[in-house]
Protein backbone atom coordinates (compact mmCIF):
# COMPACT_ATOMS: atom_id res chain seq x y z
CA UNK A 1 0.00 0.00 0.00
CA UNK A 2 1.25 3.55 -1.01
CA UNK A 3 2.57 5.40 2.08
CA UNK A 4 0.49 8.56 0.65
CA UNK A 5 -2.91 6.83 1.67
CA UNK A 6 -1.57 8.10 5.14
CA UNK A 7 -2.58 11.46 4.17
CA UNK A 8 -6.29 11.63 3.09
CA UNK A 9 -5.59 12.98 -0.24
CA UNK A 10 -8.02 12.02 -3.22
CA UNK A 11 -7.47 8.83 -4.63
CA UNK A 12 -6.99 10.28 -7.78
CA UNK A 13 -4.09 12.08 -6.87
CA UNK A 14 -3.20 8.63 -4.91
CA UNK A 15 -3.06 6.79 -8.64
CA UNK A 16 -1.23 9.76 -10.22
CA UNK A 17 1.35 9.14 -8.06
CA UNK A 18 1.28 5.53 -8.09
CA UNK A 19 1.65 5.38 -12.06
CA UNK A 20 4.66 8.09 -11.42
CA UNK A 21 6.14 4.76 -9.31
CA UNK A 22 6.63 7.30 -6.11
CA UNK A 23 6.29 4.51 -3.40
CA UNK A 24 6.66 6.42 -0.30
CA UNK A 25 6.91 10.44 0.21
CA UNK A 26 10.28 12.33 1.05
CA UNK A 27 10.69 13.30 4.34
CA UNK A 28 10.05 17.08 3.28
CA UNK A 29 6.91 15.37 2.08
CA UNK A 30 6.30 13.54 5.32
CA UNK A 31 6.44 16.73 7.06
CA UNK A 32 4.85 19.04 4.72
CA UNK A 33 1.68 17.37 3.66
CA UNK A 34 -0.28 16.99 7.06
CA UNK A 35 0.94 20.79 8.11
CA UNK A 36 -0.47 22.33 4.93
CA UNK A 37 -3.76 20.04 4.62
CA UNK A 38 -4.61 21.66 8.28
CA UNK A 39 -4.00 24.92 6.72
CA UNK A 40 -0.87 26.22 8.51
CA UNK A 41 1.75 28.83 7.01
CA UNK A 42 5.09 27.14 6.37
CA UNK A 43 9.00 27.76 6.17
CA UNK A 44 10.71 25.29 4.41
CA UNK A 45 14.53 25.20 4.20
CA UNK A 46 15.13 22.87 1.53
CA UNK A 47 16.89 22.93 -2.16
CA UNK A 48 15.23 21.11 -5.40
CA UNK A 49 15.69 17.47 -5.68
CA UNK A 50 14.30 16.80 -2.15
CA UNK A 51 10.67 16.59 -3.95
CA UNK A 52 9.79 20.05 -2.39
CA UNK A 53 7.14 20.47 -5.39
CA UNK A 54 4.76 17.72 -4.79
CA UNK A 55 5.41 18.73 -1.17
CA UNK A 56 3.59 22.19 -1.53
CA UNK A 57 1.79 21.25 -4.67
CA UNK A 58 -0.38 18.00 -3.19
CA UNK A 59 -2.16 19.83 -0.56
CA UNK A 60 -3.47 22.44 -3.40
CA UNK A 61 -4.18 20.19 -5.94
CA UNK A 62 -6.20 18.42 -2.64
CA UNK A 63 -7.83 20.79 -1.50
CA UNK A 64 -8.96 22.62 -4.38
CA UNK A 65 -10.38 19.31 -5.84
CA UNK A 66 -12.06 18.67 -2.81
CA UNK A 67 -13.68 22.27 -2.96
CA UNK A 68 -14.35 23.71 -5.85
CA UNK A 69 -15.59 26.95 -6.38
CA UNK A 70 -16.76 29.58 -9.33
CA UNK A 71 -13.83 30.94 -9.67
CA UNK A 72 -13.59 34.95 -10.26
CA UNK A 73 -12.25 36.25 -13.29
CA UNK A 74 -9.16 37.66 -13.99
CA UNK A 75 -8.59 35.82 -10.28
CA UNK A 76 -6.57 32.94 -8.92
CA UNK A 77 -6.97 30.97 -6.03
CA UNK A 78 -3.24 29.82 -5.60
CA UNK A 79 -0.08 31.63 -6.78
CA UNK A 80 3.29 29.76 -7.01
CA UNK A 81 6.27 32.19 -7.40
CA UNK A 82 9.67 30.80 -8.43
CA UNK A 83 12.32 32.51 -10.23
CA UNK A 84 13.58 30.85 -13.39
CA UNK A 85 11.30 29.95 -16.66
CA UNK A 86 12.42 26.33 -16.31
CA UNK A 87 11.24 26.09 -12.71
CA UNK A 88 8.07 27.49 -13.98
CA UNK A 89 7.70 25.17 -16.27
CA UNK A 90 8.91 22.19 -14.38
CA UNK A 91 6.52 23.25 -11.57
CA UNK A 92 3.24 23.30 -14.04
CA UNK A 93 4.13 20.36 -15.42
CA UNK A 94 4.15 18.41 -12.21
CA UNK A 95 0.94 20.14 -11.14
CA UNK A 96 -0.89 18.89 -14.24
CA UNK A 97 0.74 15.08 -13.80
CA UNK A 98 -0.94 14.98 -10.48
CA UNK A 99 -4.14 16.73 -10.83
CA UNK A 100 -5.22 15.03 -13.93
CA UNK A 101 -8.83 14.27 -14.03
CA UNK A 102 -9.26 16.75 -11.26
CA UNK A 103 -10.67 19.63 -14.02
CA UNK A 104 -8.01 22.05 -12.20
CA UNK A 105 -7.74 25.11 -14.14
CA UNK A 106 -3.71 25.38 -14.16
CA UNK A 107 -1.28 27.86 -16.10
CA UNK A 108 1.99 29.00 -16.03
CA UNK A 109 3.54 32.30 -17.19
CA UNK A 110 7.04 33.76 -17.85
CA UNK A 111 8.57 36.32 -19.97
CA UNK A 112 10.14 35.84 -23.34
CA UNK A 113 6.97 34.99 -24.54
CA UNK A 114 3.54 35.85 -25.97
CA UNK A 115 1.61 37.40 -23.09
CA UNK A 116 -2.03 37.22 -24.92
CA UNK A 117 -2.72 33.75 -23.96
CA UNK A 118 -1.83 34.04 -20.56
CA UNK A 119 -4.04 36.80 -20.56
CA UNK A 120 -6.98 34.88 -21.69
CA UNK A 121 -6.36 31.74 -19.78
CA UNK A 122 -6.33 34.09 -16.56
CA UNK A 123 -9.27 36.00 -17.80
CA UNK A 124 -11.12 32.97 -17.03
CA UNK A 125 -10.01 32.77 -13.32
CA UNK A 126 -7.34 29.82 -12.30
CA UNK A 127 -7.12 27.05 -9.14
CA UNK A 128 -2.66 27.51 -9.80
CA UNK A 129 -1.02 30.46 -11.73
CA UNK A 130 2.85 29.73 -11.29
CA UNK A 131 4.93 32.66 -11.96
CA UNK A 132 8.29 33.92 -12.21
CA UNK A 133 8.44 37.87 -10.87
CA UNK A 134 8.61 39.92 -14.27
CA UNK A 135 5.96 38.75 -16.34
CA UNK A 136 3.54 38.92 -12.84
CA UNK A 137 3.89 42.21 -12.05
CA UNK A 138 3.50 43.28 -15.80
CA UNK A 139 -0.18 41.21 -15.60
CA UNK A 140 -0.54 43.22 -12.50
CA UNK A 141 0.28 46.30 -13.82
CA UNK A 142 -2.14 46.17 -16.53
CA UNK A 143 -4.74 45.18 -14.37
CA UNK A 144 -5.08 41.59 -16.32
CA UNK A 145 -4.77 39.66 -12.82
CA UNK A 146 -5.89 40.73 -8.99
CA UNK A 147 -5.60 38.81 -6.06
CA UNK A 148 -9.18 38.89 -4.57
CA UNK A 149 -9.74 35.54 -4.70
CA UNK A 150 -6.37 34.16 -3.78
CA UNK A 151 -6.11 31.70 -1.20
CA UNK A 152 -2.68 30.13 -0.80
CA UNK A 153 0.44 31.84 -1.83
CA UNK A 154 3.92 29.80 -2.06
CA UNK A 155 7.44 32.02 -2.27
CA UNK A 156 9.68 29.27 -3.98
CA UNK A 157 13.54 29.50 -3.97
CA UNK A 158 13.69 32.44 -2.34
CA UNK A 159 17.60 32.86 -2.02
CA UNK A 160 17.68 32.45 -5.84
CA UNK A 161 14.96 35.46 -5.67
CA UNK A 162 17.48 37.18 -3.90
CA UNK A 163 20.91 36.23 -5.80
CA UNK A 164 18.97 36.76 -9.09
CA UNK A 165 17.97 40.15 -8.28
CA UNK A 166 14.47 39.80 -7.94
CA UNK A 167 13.62 40.96 -4.32
CA UNK A 168 11.71 43.72 -4.81
CA UNK A 169 9.56 42.80 -7.65
CA UNK A 170 8.82 39.68 -4.58
CA UNK A 171 8.50 41.70 -2.44
CA UNK A 172 6.43 44.46 -4.69
CA UNK A 173 3.85 41.56 -5.91
CA UNK A 174 3.42 40.18 -1.98
CA UNK A 175 2.12 43.74 -1.16
CA UNK A 176 -0.64 43.28 -3.66
CA UNK A 177 -1.64 39.85 -2.30
CA UNK A 178 -4.62 40.17 0.63
CA UNK A 179 -3.37 39.74 4.15
CA UNK A 180 -5.41 36.73 4.83
CA UNK A 181 -4.42 33.46 3.15
CA UNK A 182 -1.62 30.26 3.72
CA UNK A 183 1.54 31.40 2.68
CA UNK A 184 4.88 29.27 2.02
CA UNK A 185 8.26 30.50 1.74
CA UNK A 186 11.24 28.05 0.90
CA UNK A 187 14.50 28.56 0.49
CA UNK A 188 17.70 26.64 0.09
CA UNK A 189 19.79 28.59 2.47
CA UNK A 190 18.23 31.39 5.08
CA UNK A 191 20.24 34.75 4.47
CA UNK A 192 19.39 37.94 6.90
CA UNK A 193 16.92 38.97 4.17
CA UNK A 194 14.67 35.95 3.52
CA UNK A 195 14.98 35.69 7.93
CA UNK A 196 13.24 39.35 7.88
CA UNK A 197 10.81 38.10 5.25
CA UNK A 198 9.59 34.74 6.85
CA UNK A 199 9.13 36.58 9.78
CA UNK A 200 7.07 39.54 8.12
CA UNK A 201 4.57 37.46 6.09
CA UNK A 202 4.42 33.93 7.59
CA UNK A 203 1.93 33.40 10.42
CA UNK A 204 3.14 30.80 13.41
CA UNK A 205 4.69 28.81 10.39
CA UNK A 206 5.20 24.72 10.69
CA UNK A 207 9.53 24.89 10.03
CA UNK A 208 11.05 22.41 8.15
CA UNK A 209 14.61 21.93 7.12
CA UNK A 210 15.99 19.37 4.88
CA UNK A 211 19.65 19.01 5.06
CA UNK A 212 21.54 20.04 1.88
CA UNK A 213 21.58 16.95 -0.64
CA UNK A 214 24.28 15.04 1.48
CA UNK A 215 22.32 12.00 0.19
CA UNK A 216 22.90 12.81 -3.65
CA UNK A 217 26.99 14.24 -2.27
CA UNK A 218 27.38 10.65 -1.15
CA UNK A 219 26.05 8.40 -4.32
CA UNK A 220 28.53 11.19 -6.17
CA UNK A 221 31.53 9.61 -7.65
CA UNK A 222 33.46 12.90 -7.26
CA UNK A 223 37.07 14.32 -8.71
CA UNK A 224 38.91 16.83 -9.54
CA UNK A 225 41.24 17.13 -12.79
CA UNK A 226 44.09 19.93 -12.99
CA UNK A 227 45.59 21.49 -15.76
CA UNK A 228 46.29 23.98 -17.60
CA UNK A 229 43.95 25.84 -19.14
CA UNK A 230 44.76 25.63 -22.64
CA UNK A 231 44.45 21.90 -22.36
CA UNK A 232 40.37 22.46 -20.97
CA UNK A 233 39.14 21.28 -24.61
CA UNK A 234 41.11 18.46 -25.20
CA UNK A 235 40.76 17.39 -21.87
CA UNK A 236 36.78 17.67 -22.38
CA UNK A 237 37.19 15.67 -25.38
CA UNK A 238 39.78 12.80 -23.49
CA UNK A 239 36.58 12.44 -21.23
CA UNK A 240 34.01 12.57 -23.89
CA UNK A 241 35.55 9.68 -25.34
CA UNK A 242 33.98 6.99 -22.71
CA UNK A 243 30.79 5.63 -24.13
CA UNK A 244 29.57 5.02 -21.17
CA UNK A 245 29.16 9.15 -20.27
CA UNK A 246 25.79 9.17 -22.44
CA UNK A 247 24.10 12.13 -20.73
CA UNK A 248 26.70 15.15 -19.74
CA UNK A 249 25.90 18.37 -18.46
CA UNK A 250 28.87 20.51 -18.64
CA UNK A 251 29.08 23.78 -16.51
CA UNK A 252 30.88 26.77 -17.39
CA UNK A 253 31.15 30.32 -16.29
CA UNK A 254 30.10 32.57 -19.47
CA UNK A 255 26.94 32.79 -22.23
CA UNK A 256 30.31 32.87 -24.60
CA UNK A 257 32.49 30.25 -23.36
CA UNK A 258 29.25 27.67 -23.05
CA UNK A 259 28.72 28.65 -26.92
CA UNK A 260 32.47 27.97 -27.85
CA UNK A 261 32.47 24.86 -25.95
CA UNK A 262 28.89 24.12 -27.99
CA UNK A 263 30.81 24.83 -31.46
CA UNK A 264 33.78 23.30 -30.66
CA UNK A 265 31.83 20.03 -30.15
CA UNK A 266 29.63 20.01 -32.34
CA UNK A 267 32.86 20.00 -35.12
CA UNK A 268 33.65 16.77 -33.36
CA UNK A 269 30.25 15.67 -34.54
CA UNK A 270 29.57 15.28 -30.77
CA UNK A 271 25.41 16.34 -29.98
CA UNK A 272 25.28 19.31 -27.82
CA UNK A 273 23.74 22.39 -26.89
CA UNK A 274 23.72 25.86 -24.76
CA UNK A 275 21.22 26.86 -22.25
CA UNK A 276 21.88 30.14 -20.54
CA UNK A 277 20.41 33.51 -20.59
CA UNK A 278 21.78 34.63 -23.93
CA UNK A 279 19.12 32.17 -25.74
CA UNK A 280 15.40 33.22 -26.14
CA UNK A 281 13.09 30.79 -24.15
CA UNK A 282 11.84 29.01 -27.06
CA UNK A 283 15.92 28.20 -27.91
CA UNK A 284 16.14 27.60 -23.79
CA UNK A 285 13.13 24.78 -23.63
CA UNK A 286 14.06 23.18 -27.42
CA UNK A 287 17.73 22.48 -25.90
CA UNK A 288 16.54 21.51 -22.61
CA UNK A 289 13.87 19.06 -24.40
CA UNK A 290 16.26 17.19 -26.49
CA UNK A 291 18.78 16.38 -24.05
CA UNK A 292 15.70 14.74 -21.51
CA UNK A 293 14.97 12.85 -24.79
CA UNK A 294 18.51 11.89 -25.36
CA UNK A 295 18.44 13.23 -29.01
CA UNK A 296 21.81 15.77 -27.56
CA UNK A 297 24.50 14.08 -25.84
CA UNK A 298 26.14 17.10 -24.19
CA UNK A 299 24.02 20.29 -22.30
CA UNK A 300 26.48 23.37 -21.86
CA UNK A 301 24.75 25.60 -19.12
CA UNK A 302 25.77 28.53 -17.15
CA UNK A 303 24.44 28.19 -13.71
CA UNK A 304 21.58 30.43 -13.70
CA UNK A 305 19.58 28.61 -16.39
CA UNK A 306 20.40 25.29 -15.04
CA UNK A 307 19.50 26.07 -11.47
CA UNK A 308 16.75 23.21 -9.98
CA UNK A 309 17.08 21.54 -13.84
CA UNK A 310 14.97 17.96 -13.52
CA UNK A 311 16.81 15.68 -15.72
CA UNK A 312 16.82 12.18 -15.38
CA UNK A 313 19.66 9.67 -15.64
CA UNK A 314 22.70 12.37 -15.92
CA UNK A 315 25.61 10.03 -16.09
CA UNK A 316 28.15 13.24 -16.14
CA UNK A 317 28.22 16.39 -14.36
CA UNK A 318 31.48 17.88 -15.93
CA UNK A 319 32.95 22.05 -13.91
CA UNK A 320 34.45 23.38 -16.94
CA UNK A 321 34.84 26.01 -14.75
CA UNK A 322 34.62 25.76 -10.70
CA UNK A 323 31.32 28.04 -9.61
CA UNK A 324 32.24 31.55 -7.99
CA UNK A 325 29.68 30.73 -5.27
CA UNK A 326 30.63 27.16 -3.91
CA UNK A 327 26.58 27.00 -2.68
CA UNK A 328 26.61 25.74 -6.66
CA UNK A 329 28.54 23.27 -6.47
CA UNK A 330 26.08 21.04 -4.89
CA UNK A 331 23.21 22.15 -6.74
CA UNK A 332 25.50 21.13 -9.94
CA UNK A 333 26.63 17.91 -8.74
CA UNK A 334 23.18 17.29 -7.22
CA UNK A 335 21.95 17.38 -11.41
CA UNK A 336 23.53 13.53 -11.75
CA UNK A 337 23.20 10.33 -8.99
CA UNK A 338 19.23 11.52 -8.51
CA UNK A 339 16.16 9.16 -7.86
CA UNK A 340 18.98 7.05 -5.74
CA UNK A 341 20.76 6.28 -8.56
CA UNK A 342 24.64 7.06 -8.58
CA UNK A 343 26.35 9.60 -10.68
CA UNK A 344 30.15 11.23 -11.85
CA UNK A 345 30.83 14.49 -11.25
CA UNK A 346 34.25 16.02 -12.45
CA UNK A 347 35.47 19.55 -11.92
CA UNK A 348 38.24 21.26 -13.85
CA UNK A 349 40.78 22.81 -11.89
CA UNK A 350 43.67 25.58 -12.90
CA UNK A 351 46.13 27.01 -10.87
CA UNK A 352 44.55 29.97 -10.34
CA UNK A 353 41.55 28.10 -8.70
CA UNK A 354 43.23 26.43 -5.83
CA UNK A 355 41.73 28.52 -3.47
CA UNK A 356 38.26 28.30 -4.72
CA UNK A 357 38.45 24.52 -4.71
CA UNK A 358 39.81 24.89 -0.82
CA UNK A 359 36.29 26.91 -0.28
CA UNK A 360 34.10 24.15 -2.01
CA UNK A 361 35.83 21.16 -0.14
CA UNK A 362 35.33 23.28 3.23
CA UNK A 363 31.51 24.21 2.34
CA UNK A 364 30.52 20.43 1.67
CA UNK A 365 33.38 18.73 4.20
CA UNK A 366 34.65 16.92 2.15
CA UNK A 367 38.43 16.77 -0.09
CA UNK A 368 37.75 16.12 -3.60
CA UNK A 369 40.32 13.26 -5.20
CA UNK A 370 42.54 14.44 -7.60
CA UNK A 371 42.56 12.52 -10.72
CA UNK A 372 46.11 12.24 -11.65
CA UNK A 373 45.97 9.46 -14.11
CA UNK A 374 44.41 12.05 -17.66
CA UNK A 375 46.88 12.80 -19.83
CA UNK A 376 46.46 16.93 -18.93
CA UNK A 377 47.59 16.42 -15.79
CA UNK A 378 49.69 19.17 -14.05
CA UNK A 379 50.94 18.99 -10.60
CA UNK A 380 49.86 21.90 -8.57
CA UNK A 381 52.62 21.54 -5.72
CA UNK A 382 50.74 23.92 -3.20
CA UNK A 383 47.17 22.39 -3.30
CA UNK A 384 48.40 18.59 -3.43
CA UNK A 385 50.53 19.16 -0.12
CA UNK A 386 47.47 21.00 1.20
CA UNK A 387 45.01 18.69 0.45
CA UNK A 388 47.55 15.74 2.15
CA UNK A 389 47.83 17.42 4.89
CA UNK A 390 44.15 17.90 5.73
CA UNK A 391 41.49 15.42 6.99
CA UNK A 392 38.26 14.59 5.78
CA UNK A 393 35.89 16.71 8.20
CA UNK A 394 33.24 14.40 9.55
CA UNK A 395 30.46 13.68 7.11
CA UNK A 396 27.45 15.73 7.63
CA UNK A 397 23.94 13.96 8.43
CA UNK A 398 22.12 12.45 6.04
CA UNK A 399 18.85 14.18 6.80
CA UNK A 400 17.62 16.50 9.42
CA UNK A 401 13.67 17.35 9.70
CA UNK A 402 13.27 19.68 12.42
CA UNK A 403 9.72 20.59 13.26
CA UNK A 404 8.99 23.48 15.68
P1 LIG B 1 11.69 18.43 -6.69
O1 LIG B 1 12.55 18.61 -5.48
O2 LIG B 1 10.29 18.81 -6.44
O3 LIG B 1 12.28 19.13 -7.90
O4 LIG B 1 11.66 16.86 -7.05
C1 LIG B 1 12.79 16.18 -7.48
C2 LIG B 1 12.45 14.91 -8.24
O5 LIG B 1 11.94 13.92 -7.35
C3 LIG B 1 11.39 15.07 -9.32
O6 LIG B 1 11.83 14.36 -10.46
C4 LIG B 1 10.15 14.42 -8.77
O7 LIG B 1 9.34 13.89 -9.79
C5 LIG B 1 10.75 13.33 -7.89
N1 LIG B 1 9.89 12.97 -6.72
C6 LIG B 1 9.17 13.80 -5.95
N2 LIG B 1 8.57 13.13 -4.96
C7 LIG B 1 8.91 11.83 -5.10
C8 LIG B 1 8.60 10.63 -4.37
N3 LIG B 1 7.82 10.65 -3.30
N4 LIG B 1 9.14 9.48 -4.82
C9 LIG B 1 9.95 9.46 -5.90
N5 LIG B 1 10.28 10.54 -6.63
C10 LIG B 1 9.77 11.73 -6.24
Known amino acids: MSEFKAFSLLASIIDRLSLKGYKQPTPIQKECIPALINGNDLL ?18 NNFGRNKIDIKAKSTRSLILTPTRELASQIVQNIDDYSEGLGLKTKVVYGGVGRQGQVDAIALGLDILVATPGRLLDLIETGDIHFEALEVFVLDEADTMLDMGFFNDVQNIISKLPKRRQTLLFSATMPAEIEILAQAILIKPTKIEIAAQTVTIDLVNQSVYHLEKSNKVSLLFYILKNPDFEKVLVFCKTKYGADI ?47 GIDVDNITLVINYNLPEDPRNYIHRIGRTARAGKSGMAISFAVENDVRQLTTIENSIGQVIPVETEQPFHKEFLKVTQKIKKKKPVKKPQRTRNKRK
Open 44 to 61: GIAQTGTGKTAAFSLPII
Open 261 to 307: IVKALEEASITAASLHSGKTQAMREEALQSFKDENLRVLVATDVAAR
